[in-house]
């Protein structure tokens, strides 16, 4: 596993925490401000980054992160710019993990060998490639591993205990699990459903298991961390940036995150007891 991934999971097990995961698209609201915006999650409590990718064909992301994706697009944000903003971010936080997430488009015109190169170069720690299926990208996984970097994969309900198995064979860092059917922003999230499908999960997966999708606030997000590893915001945080002035995107992304981050903790201090 990652370094700075690895030791993330370790303090928090220690501490009986849970990972706080918030996504945002890389250029969105604006590229200049996206540095002071990682820095703003980290320092509401973010543990560790998911830096969205921006793609013009976004087939797991919801209208949100869409539009996020299109915003970033419009300004030119490419693959190279995201390597660069990972670069300025380290300039200030050698600690926090940041994990890369998109599609495979952008990596195979990159090139593959030199991405993994460059990104771990850049600070980069995963990376999340969601139309990559385990099945076929073993030969990615290994050389992302020698790299230092860790492939994260994507489990959904629909998944099956050869997918599950497969997946626990080849992921590093931590898997998702997509908390519904439906794309990223839905909101008819089922955490008693969760509570069923994680200990299936854990079966076949070694590492940590985080759950993303359909969580919006505090409520949602203790409910799931409550049988869990890492909670994954994304939506609701892009939403809010989006409505958020000009100049106040990194205060209010530190807000929100500080928001979530208390009710996770006080929760795990109560299950603790």
Not at 56 to 81: C, F, H, T
Not at 149 to 156: E, M, Q, S, V, Y
Not at 163 to 181: D, E, F, H, N, P
Not at 217 to 237: Q, R
Request: glycine share 10%.
């Amino acid at each position: 596993m990652n370094v700075r991934i690895a030791a993330v999971f370790e303090t928090l097990k220690a501490q009986g925490r849970q990972a706080l995961i918030p996504y945002v698209t890389a250029g969105d609201p604006s590229p200049a401000a996206t540095v002071d915006i990682l820095h703003g999650l980290v320092a509401g409590g973010a543990d560790i980054l998911e830096l969205g990718v921006p793609f013009s064909d976004p087939m797991a992301d919801g209208p949100v992160i869409q539009k996020a994706s299109e915003r970033a697009l419009a300004q030119g944000v490419g693959l190279d710019d995201v390597l660069g903003m990972v670069r300025d971010f380290r300039r200030d936080d050698a600690r926090t993990p940041v994990v890369l997430m998109g599609y495979a488009n952008p990596v195979e015109c990159y090139g593959v060998e030199a991405f993994a190169r460059d990104a771990a170069a850049a600070g980069v720690d995963g990376v999340l490639i969601v139309d990559y299926p385990p099945e076929e990208c073993e030969g990615f996984a290994a050389l992302l591993k020698a790299a230092g970097l860790d492939l994260i994969f994507l489990l959904a309900p629909t998944s099956t205990e050869a997918r599950m198995a497969t997946v626990g064979r080849i992921a590093g860092g931590y898997v998702y699990y997509v908390s519904l059917k439906g794309v990223t922003g839905a909101g008819h999230l089922d955490t008693d459903e969760v509570a069923r499908v994680i200990p299936r999960i854990r079966q076949h997966v070694q590492v940590p298991v985080g759950v993303g999708f359909g969580i919006r606030d505090a409520t949602s997000a203790v409910a799931v961390a409550g049988v869990s590893d890492a909670v994954v915001i994304g939506s609701k945080l892009i939403q809010l940036m989006e409505a958020a002035p000009a100049g106040t995107w990194a205060t209010v992304a530190r807000d929100f995150m500080a928001s979530i981050r208390g009710p996770l903790d006080a929760a795990s201090a109560a299950r603790r007891l």
